[in-house]
């Protein structure tokens, strides 16, 4: 059995997002069927090896996003080097919502979030770290740390 997990994102102006992820990320367009009003019925973008649905807002569908809300899913991007892509983003217009750092995990890490409500972490794998090791680690972060979920 195959199985791809593809994220299906909803967006007030779906098309501006489509546009700025590939100013933010380096998305590229793999389709983009606009519904008969103009709004955005499907898109599918390319950001590496992973693929990325959209569409615009459907209110007569239910489901609505709350405006000004934040999305409860973070897309977590893995990339060779998180600083210039990081730095990329916050050029197109992300806000920093997790500085990028060396995280005890072995990822140089980060969290920004973007014009259109959704929460991207980008991150590049550091250092190996044993399963012991992460233990300790965790605990020690947990213990210094006031917001010990928020690394």
């Known amino acids: 059995m195959s199985v791809a997990l593809i994220p299906h994102l909803q967006c007030r102006e ?11 990320f380096g998305a590229e367009v793999n389709m983009m069927m606009p519904a008969p009003d103009g709004r955005l019925m499907h898109g599918e973008l390319q950001i590496g090896d992973a693929r990325l649905m959209l569409c615009d807002v459907f209110e ?7 405006a000004g809300a934040i999305s409860p899913v973070t897309l977590h991007l893995q990339v060779d080097d998180c600083d210039a892509l990081f730095q990329r983003a916050l050029d197109a217009g992300c806000e920093t919502v997790i500085p ?16 259109f409500g959704h929460r991207w972490s980008i991150a590049s794998h550091v250092r190996d770290v044993s399963p012991e090791a992460l233990q300790e680690a965790m605990q ?9 979920g928020c690394a």
């Open 14 to 24: 779906a098309s501006k997002a489509a546009e700025f992820y590939q100013r933010a």
């Open 60 to 66: 007569e569908c239910g489901d609505v996003p709350q």
């Open 100 to 115: 990028l750092e060396d995280m005890f995990w072995g990822d140089r890490y980060g969290v920004l979030s973007d014009p």
């Open 140 to 148: 020690q972060f947990s213990q210094n740390n006031d917001k010990p």
